[in-house]
């Protein structure tokens, strides 16, 4: 199985502030990246999927970049609805497979 | 809207065999592929399986051996059953739509918690 690695596992930040977070795979996946969200109780929400292609949904201070094996999911200018997991996930190859998360949380 | 609703029990024995349903309403089911995913308590997620509408399906490697996944179009269902279950398979297991035959799932149920203790 291909490994998802993100960095870091949790993060404080303030609200207005740009947050990176990154995600490593264990091998090449080209731009078969996508991010979800999710907030206590609640299902994940599809974010970001191909690396950077944003579901309509999501606002455009949102964005994903990368290919191979590492991408980044930024977020520019952080509104209080952003606090929630994030989880990375290849989509390359079976099995598709999930980092661990990065927490956010409000400083 | 899409709306997906997992139901079945929330408590199975050590050994015995974990089955949920998963209710599609908003949608056909037909033309889709549709996964179940599983998310133990505070950790993170797993994908299980997934079936087309036409019945092609296909497993997580690690469960196969004890995992099943069919499809009920008339009812706009699909179903998971999941044998030889063991604490470990203690998590909330999400229904959830994938949008083609690859790893992209745009609409998901609000999950349902299964815990397997005696």
């Known amino acids: 199985d291909i490994q998802m690695t993100q960095s870091p596992s949790s993060l404080s930040a303030s609200v207005g502030d740009r947050v990176t977070i990154t995600c490593r795979a264990s091998q090449s996946i080209s731009t078969f990246l996508n991010w979800y969200q999710q907030k206590p109780g609640k299902a994940p929400r599809l974010l970001i999927y191909?690396?950077?292609s944003l579901q309509t949904w999501v606002p455009s201070r949102f964005s994903g970049s990368g290919s191979e094996t590492d991408f980044t999911l930024t977020i520019s200018g952080l509104q209080p609805e952003d606090f929630a997991t994030y989880y990375c996930?290849?989509?390359?190859?079976?099995?598709?497979?999930f980092g661990q998360g990065t927490k956010l949380e409000i400083k | 809207q899409v709306q997906l609703q997992e139901s079945g029990p929330g408590l199975v024995k050590p050994s015995e065999t974990l089955s949920l349903t998963c209710t599609v309403s908003g949608a056909s089911i037909s033309g889709y592929y549709w996964s179940w995913l599983r998310q133990p308590p505070g950790e993170g997620l797993q994908w299980v399986a997934y079936i087309h509408s036409s019945g092609s399906t296909k497993y997580n490697p690690s469960l196969k051996s004890r995992v099943s996944i069919s499809v009920d179009t008339s009812k706009n269902l699909f179903s998971l059953r999941l044998n030889s279950v063991t604490a470990a398979d203690t998590a909330v297991y999400y229904c959830?739509?994938?949008?083609?035959?690859?790893?992209?799932?745009?609409?998901w149920g609000q999950g349902a918690l299964v815990t397997v203790s005696s």
């Open positions: 191909g690396t950077s």
């Open positions: 959830a739509r994938q949008t083609n035959w690859n790893y992209e799932w745009d609409y």
């Open positions: 996930q290849q989509s390359y190859t079976t099995p598709p497979t």
